[in-house]
């Protein structure tokens, strides 16, 4: 899942994107409002962590400007201030959740975590694809019952494999959604990451679940037909 942070300290802001990406996530920041709008109107994010007070343009204003605009997209607002009158004005404005600064790490994500889940159908916690399950909650994989060892990029390539089951998904789709900004368009490198998280998904024996439409893209499924 491919997230924007919008934060202007950048002690708190690496360190988030530090725990985040540690998680499986695609992070971009970005440190002030206008940027932020930007780049949330060019990219296709799953969803924005939003600091309130930012340069340029706060937080209220983008997430009014984001709904104007009828985009969807998850916002969960992060601020130091603790007024009943400053969450109520972010909910208002169109953001789905809020936490205040300090904050516990482990929290942030359960929170962001749980929005993504909402989407437009509330989504399981646990995906299964024949004998593959996936624990989303936990990053924890079996296939056949046996666990399978993935790295966080490997596995966040697989979960959006497994949320989008049985239809194509393009390298431009994947590149969106599980990598971020610093994704070589022009490298191999979605093509490499899928032949590993084959190998380790199709074991000797198993029924393949990983498929290959050549020049299309890759779908995630019990058995080689599909839908686009």
């Known amino acids: 899942?491919?997230?924007?942070?919008?934060?202007?300290?950048?002690?708190?802001?690496?360190?988030?994107?530090?725990g985040l990406r540690a998680h499986a996530f695609a992070v971009d920041v970005a440190t002030d409002g206008e940027s932020a709008l930007y780049q949330?109107?060019?990219?296709?994010?799953?969803?924005l962590v939003l600091d309130v007070m930012?340069?340029?343009?706060?937080?209220?204003?983008?997430?009014?400007?984001?709904?104007?605009?009828?985009?969807?997209?998850?916002?969960?607002?992060?601020?130091?201030?603790?007024?009943v009158s400053d969450r109520i004005a972010g909910l208002n404005e169109g953001a789905d959740d809020y936490l205040t600064k300090p904050f516990e790490f482990g929290?942030?994500?359960?929170?962001?975590?749980?929005?993504?889940?909402?989407?437009?159908?509330?989504?399981?916690?646990?995906?299964?694809?024949?004998d593959l399950e996936l624990d989303t909650r936990n990053q924890h994989v079996t296939r056949a019952g046996r666990a399978v060892a993935l790295t966080a990029r490997e596995y966040a390539l697989l979960e959006y494999l497994a949320r989008?089951?049985?239809?194509?998904?393009?390298?431009?789709?994947?590149?969106?959604?599980?990598?971020?900004?610093n994704y070589d368009p022009v490298s191999n490198l979605i093509e490499s990451f899928v032949s590993r998280v084959r190998k380790k998904i199709d074991a000797p024996g198993l029924v393949p679940l990983i498929h290959t439409r050549r020049g299309v893209g890759y779908w995630l499924a019990d058995e080689a037909t599909t839908r686009v």
């Not at 899942?1 to 530090?18: F, G, N, P």
């Not at 949330?40 to 969803?47: G, L, Q, R």
């Open 1 to 18: 899942m491919r997230i924007l942070l919008v934060e202007d300290d950048s002690v708190i802001a690496t360190s988030v994107a530090k």
């Open 40 to 47: 949330a109107a060019v990219n296709a994010y799953d969803a």
């Open 54 to 83: 930012l340069p340029k343009l706060d937080g209220f204003s983008i997430v009014r400007d984001l709904r104007k605009r009828g985009a969807s997209v998850p916002v969960l607002m992060l601020t130091a201030r603790e007024a």
């Open 164 to 181: 989008n089951a049985g239809r194509i998904v393009g390298r431009a789709e994947i590149s969106d959604h599980v990598w971020d900004d």
């Open 107 to 130: 929290e942030l994500v359960a929170r962001l975590r749980a929005l993504l889940r909402r989407g437009p159908a509330l989504a399981a916690p646990i995906i299964r694809v024949a």
